[in-house]
């Protein structure tokens, strides 16, 4: 049994064969061997953070890599975070798409930071002035829906 999986240690081999071993893998390398890597598992999650601060000139490739990935293996679920740029929610609209916003767990938000008051108040021993907390509150809040 190989410590790497096959399809990457056969990759390797032929590369190194080609006296090319030290040389980093192509776009399109890597595009034909992650199907073959996903056939191992039986559940691949994908997480790609901050999508609209790839190079818009690339990020086109990377969406349709994706969708092929998603349409090829069956085994494979794709979360996505990103800021909502014109051309990435273009190319991201599909029937198996699932939106989410800040605004939607806007009450779960602010009770999370009521309790981490609470116990920043336990700690200190003193409580925190309701203006602070309030203000506190709305800042992360805000911030939040801006992002």
Known sequence: MWLIQEPLHKLYKKIKDEGHASDTLSYSQSEALLPKLLEAYTTTTIILDAL???????????????KNLIRDCKNLKVFI??????????????????????TDNENDIR?????????????????????????????????????
């Open 52 to 66: 609209d601060e790839c190079d818009k000139t690339k990020r086109y490739r990377l969406i349709k890599t994706l």
């Open 81 to 102: 975070t990103s800021r909502r740029d014109p051309d990435i929610n273009t190319h991201l609209q599909s029937e198996d798409t699932l939106e989410m916003s800040a």
């Open 111 to 147: 009770l999370f930071v009521r309790s981490e008051l609470d116990k920043v108040e336990e700690t200190r021993g003193r409580p925190i002035s309701l203006a602070l907390r309030e203000e506190i509150i709305e800042t992360l809040h805000n911030k939040s829906n801006s992002m």
